[in-house]
């Protein structure tokens, strides 16, 4: 702990905002419910951890829902992925698209909060027809590595865990990944949450 500015004023006992946006790997995923549980165990009352993403949207979306959803809350961390929907073929989005629509956002959260610690995700790899509906999606992921090592922010590579799984243990990935694309609770404690705690509580 203590690498980012929201879990030092925390442990300071001042109250901070965290803001998840995405698609429905966010909305859905139970991640941000054991984030908020997990913050209010360690910091009771100071924590305030909000859900503001939105099931099947992508960054187009996310660059016209960012002032109600996001910067209306003024957050003082945001964990953004939106990738899995960008490399959706029927949105038609571009990889430059997904770039700058993922800078516009960080520079909109960084002019109301210069110290926002912003966290670029990568998720889960789909598969089957899932996979078919977006077969660019390493391209995708690449741009928020990129992004990522090119302002300096935090990463965390949920991919490269599940690709790891999905390689070594596929059974078991169908498991936590029962429709495809979305984890299942278990799949979200097992590597998106553990993920998350590795890079928060460290």
């Known amino acids: 702990m203590g690498n980012f500015q929201t879990i030092r004023q925390l442990d300071a006992g001042k109250e901070q905002c965290i803001v998840a946006y995405g698609t429905s790997l966010t909305e859905g995923g ?15 009352g100071l924590a305030n951890v909000i859900n503001s993403a939105k099931s099947a949207m992508w960054s187009q979306w996310g660059i016209e829902n960012l ?3 996001v910067l209306a809350h003024k957050p003082d961390m ?22 700058s629509r993922l800078e516009f956002m960080i520079d909109k ?3 109301i909060n210069a110290s926002c610690d912003i966290i670029l995700m990568t998720m ?13 999606i390493l391209e995708y992921y690449q741009v ?14 949920h991919f490269a865990e599940w690709n ?8 078991r990935f169908d498991r936590l990944v029962p429709d495809g694309i979305h984890p299942s609770p ?15 509580f460290n």
């Not at 139970?30 to 009771?44: A, E, K, M």
């Not at 278990?186 to 928060?200: A, C, Q």
Request: glycine share 4%; proline share 5%.
């Open 30 to 44: 139970v991640w941000v419910d054991i984030l908020r549980t997990q913050l209010q165990d360690r910091y009771p």
């Open 67 to 69: 002032s109600e959803r």
């Open 78 to 99: 945001a964990f953004i992925e939106f990738a899995m929907n960008d490399a959706y073929l029927p949105y038609e989005t571009s990889l430059d698209q997904c770039r």
């Open 109 to 111: 959260i960084l002019e």
């Open 124 to 136: 889960n790899p789909p598969v089957g027809e899932h996979l078919e509906k977006r077969p660019h």
């Open 144 to 157: 928020y590595r990129s992004v990522a090592e090119e302002r300096n922010l935090t990463l965390i590579d």
């Open 164 to 171: 790891a799984i999905s390689k070594e243990d596929r059974e």
């Open 186 to 200: 278990e799949g979200d404690k097992e590597v998106t949450v553990r993920g998350i705690e590795r890079v928060l």
